[in-house]
C-alpha cells in the first residue's frame, strides 16, 4: 500500500509525510533511510544495511541495533502520520520488512531523483528532435533539482556510495549536454565564465576542456584556447600517464588551422550518455 511520502536525495536528506519531516537526527537512522529512498519499492537486504552502517566491522548486536534504528525510523513515520490527522495508518505499512530486508513501499515518482531522470529525457528528446532551445531548457530544468551535492549531510557506506557515484555522472553528463545545446545556439560568449570554473573543477574532464577550447576560440581569444589545451595536456600527462584524446587534440588542431567549421554555432549531434 502506497501512502503519500516525498523524498529528496539530491542534496541534504529531505524526507516529508504532508508537511512534517520524518528525518531522524541521529546518523545511522539517516543511513538507512538514505539507503532505502535510493531503492524505493525495492527491498534492500538486513546485509546490505548492515554492510552500509558498519562496513566489514558490525558488531555483535549489530542485527537487534539494525531493528532498534528501523524501530527509530517508524516512530519517526507514525508521529507524522499523526499530526497530519492519519492516525488510523501504520508505519509498518510505509517501512515494510519482507523477504530479508526492508523498503518504503512508495513509488519511485516519490523521490526527486525521479524528476530529474525525467526532465533528462526530455532534454534528450528535445536534442533528438532537432530543437536546442528545448533541450537546454530540458536540460537545465533537471540540473535545477539538485540542491546541492547528493546526500551531502549523510554519511555514505558503500550501498549509497555505489548509488551516489551513478547520481554524479548523471549529473555531469546532463551538465555537459546542456551547455552542448548552449553551444549550438552561439551562446559561447554567455558560457566561457562557466566554463572557466568547470574546465578548474574537473582538470581531467577532457571534454568540459575542449568546450572551453571552442568558446574561447568563438569569441577570438584563440591564443586563450590553445593554452587551455596545454593546461590540459600537462595534467594529463603528469596525474595520469596519458595524452589528450584524438578527438580534443583533433578540435586544437582545427583551431590552429583556423577552420571555419569552428565559427558555426553547430557543435554536432552527440550527446553524453
Known amino acids: 500500500m502506497e501512502i503519500g511520502m516525498e523524498i529528496g536525495v539530491l542534496g541534504p536528506l529531505t524526507a516529508r509525510v504532508g508537511g512534517v519531516s520524518v528525518v531522524p537526527s541521529a546518523g545511522k ?13 525495492e527491498a534492500v537486504t538486513v546485509p546490505a544495511l548492515m554492510d552500509e552502517i558498519w562496513g566489514d566491522e558490525p558488531p555483535r548486536s549489530a542485527s537487534s541495533t ?5 524501530a527509530q525510523l ?47 529525457r526530455s532534454g534528450r528528446e528535445a536534442w533528438a528532435a532537432g530543437d536546442r532551445w528545448g533541450a537546454s531548457a530540458g536540460f537545465a530544468e533537471a540540473l535545477a533539482v539538485w540542491r546541492g551535492p547528493a546526500l551531502v549531510d549523510v554519511r555514505a557506506g558503500r550501498l549509497v556510495e555505489t548509488q551516489l557515484l551513478r547520481l554524479d555522472e548523471m549529473r555531469l553528463g546532463a551538465l555537459e549536454n546542456r551547455i552542448a545545446a548552449d553551444l549550438d545556439l552561439g551562446r559561447h560568449a554567455e558560457l566561457l565564465g562557466e566554463l572557466a570554473a568547470l574546465a578548474g573543477r574537473y582538470p581531467t ?17 584563440t591564443c586563450d584556447a590553445i593554452e587551455a589545451f596545454r ?19 583533433r578540435l586544437l588542431q582545427s583551431i590552429l588551422a583556423a577552420d571555419p567549421q569552428l565559427s558555426r554555432p553547430r557543435m554536432g549531434d552527440r550527446l553524453v550518455g
Open 29 to 41: 537512522p539517516r543511513q538507512i533511510l538514505a539507503a532505502l529512498a535510493l531503492s524505493p519499492g
Open 66 to 70: 539494525l531493528q532498534t534504528y528501523i
Open 74 to 120: 517508524r516512530r519517526h513515520l507514525d508521529a507524522a502520520l499523526e499530526r497530519e490527522g492519519r492516525a488510523a495508518e501504520n508505519a509498518k505499512d510505509m517501512l515494510v520488512h519482507r523477504h530479508g530486508g526492508y523498503f518504503l513501499d512508495i513509488s519511485a515518482e516519490c523521490v526527486d531523483v525521479a524528476r530529474f531522470e525525467r526532465l533528462v
Open 205 to 221: 574532464y577532457e571534454n568540459f576542456h575542449a568546450m572551453y577550447m571552442l568558446a574561447l576560440h568563438r569569441v577570438g581569444r
Open 231 to 249: 593546461r590540459l595536456r600537462a595534467v594529463l600527462v603528469e596525474e595520469l600517464g596519458v595524452e589528450p584524446t584524438r578527438q580534443v587534440q
